[in-house]
């Protein structure tokens, strides 16, 4: 629970919690369910948490909520939904319908085709880069991140 709050509390946090709302109240309810189903939860201190091997998620698949991340077994491209993160926060109300929704289509009718998506595009556009992406690839490595 600690990480949770950890990740979710950080300077983007009013926006998260207001403007980008609907995703940001789902990933927190996916968080909590997860959590109490076994999932792990790291929280990268000022930017966002992530929950790993999550028992709603297929393996090798990963969704972002607002601020929370939420990944399958196996999955690892958390700089990429941090990507979705950035989305989520200009779009607001509107992230689910805009980037959401196509996106999980996209995904579970033509995966071969997935990365052409214009929402999986500019989402790696927005990824991290630098010091954070170093700090999201490794976090499997550690139980806390600063």
Same mark, same amino acid.
């Given at each position: 629970?600690?990480?949770?709050?950890?990740? =979710?509390?950080?300077?983007?946090?009013? @926006?998260?919690?207001?403007?980008?709302?609907?995703?940001?109240?789902?990933?927190?309810? *996916?968080?909590?369910?997860? %959590?109490?189903?076994?999932?792990? @939860? /790291? $929280? @990268?201190?000022?930017?966002?948490?992530?929950? #790993?091997?999550?028992?709603?998620?297929? &393996?090798?698949? $990963?969704? &972002?909520?607002?601020?929370? %991340?939420? $990944?399958?077994?196996?999955?690892? /491209?958390?700089?990429?939904? *941090?990507?979705? =993160? *950035?989305? #989520?926060?200009?779009? $607001?109300?509107?992230?689910?319908?805009?980037?959401? %929704?196509?996106?999980?289509? &996209?995904?579970?009718?033509?995966?071969?085709?997935?990365?052409?998506? *214009?929402?999986?595009?500019?989402?790696?556009?927005?990824?991290? =880069?630098?010091?954070?992406?170093?700090?999201?690839?490794?976090?499997?490595?550690?139980? #806390? %991140? /600063?």
């Amino acid at each position: 629970m600690k990480q949770l709050i950890r990740g =979710t509390m950080h300077p983007w946090a009013l @926006i998260d919690f207001t403007w980008a709302f609907p995703q940001t109240f789902l990933g927190l309810f *996916y968080a909590l369910f997860s %959590l109490a189903a076994g999932a792990r @939860i /790291s $929280g @990268i201190a000022g930017h966002c948490c992530i929950v #790993s091997e999550c028992p709603i998620m297929i &393996s090798y698949s $990963g969704v &972002s909520l607002g601020p929370i %991340l939420l $990944g399958g077994k196996g999955f690892h /491209s958390w700089v990429h939904e *941090y990507g979705h =993160t *950035y989305q #989520s926060r200009i779009l $607001g109300p509107f992230y689910l319908i805009v980037i959401g %929704l196509p996106s999980v289509l &996209s995904a579970l009718l033509r995966p071969a085709h997935h990365n052409r998506l *214009y929402a999986e595009r500019w989402a790696n556009a927005l990824a991290p =880069t630098g010091e954070l992406a170093r700090r999201m690839k490794v976090h499997g490595r550690t139980e #806390s %991140l /600063s």
